[in-house]
């Protein structure tokens, strides 16, 4: 009787390993050797389909940020009501897999997915009538702000030690308690960031796009 054969080695399923690695162990853990273990292949034929490690990790970002929603920016969609959507997305894609925001953070490079989404945003921007740099800016900005905020978690990094704040920092009496509201805390300061941003870059519009503000005297 002849033997199951193993699955056909293919990009995917690179991939999919190369994600699972570094949600569980992280960027370092990636390498030709151990993804050709896990995959129970040689590690020369992974070269086949990737020729680095970097093109490797370059294929998990761009899965990762090919799970974002760009739909918002096609719909007729105000550009304010667009950015929101479209960062709610992004940030739920990267906290998903934060590990790999690293390595995301060095640009979109050639991946098509990232490329696709910097296009959706400036085309965006400069349909509103932003002019060429402000969008630019705002891209930039919202990228540096939603990868940011999907990096880590700010109410883990305070320990579980009321005494350490009562002694020495007693203006964070509380801060003891934010690991146990990590996720309503993080949500609650990515959504006050966003909403900051937007009203700020609502505030700029019409003189950026050259578009008549609100009367002084308008409720």
């Known amino acids: 009787m002849a033997r199951p054969r193993k699955p056909l080695l293919n990009p995917d399923r690179i991939v999919e390993s190369a994600l699972a690695l570094v949600d569980t162990e992280g960027l370092q853990a990636v390498s030709t050797r151990r993804l050709a ?17 970097d093109e490797i990790l370059d294929a998990v970002a761009d899965r990762v940020c090919a799970d974002v929603d760009l739909s918002v ?14 960062a709610r997305s992004y940030r739920a894609a990267l906290a998903a897999h934060p590990n790999i925001v690293p390595h995301l ?6 991946r098509p997915s990232q490329l696709r989404m910097a296009d959706a945003v400036f085309g965006a921007m400069t349909a509103a009538g932003w002019p060429r740099a402000h969008a630019t800016h705002i891209g930039a900005l919202m990228r ?16 579980d030690d009321a005494a350490l704040y009562a002694r020495d920092y007693p203006h964070l009496d509380q801060a003891h308690l934010l690991a146990e509201h990590q996720q309503r805390v993080d949500e609650g300061a990515f959504e006050t960031g966003l909403r900051a941003l937007l ?3 609502a505030l700029r519009y019409p003189q950026a796009a050259g578009r008549p503000g609100p009367r002084p005297d308008a409720p």
């Open 144 to 159: 540096y702000f939603v990868a940011g905020s999907a990096l880590g978690s700010f109410a883990r990094g305070f320990v």
């Open 199 to 201: 009203d700020g870059l």
């Open 105 to 110: 953070a060095q640009g979109p490079g050639r």
């Open 73 to 86: 920016f096609e719909d007729g969609t105000g550009w304010r009501e667009a950015l929101e959507g479209w």
């Open 37 to 53: 273990a896990e995959l129970g292949v040689s590690g020369p034929s992974l070269y086949h389909h990737f020729r680095t490690k």
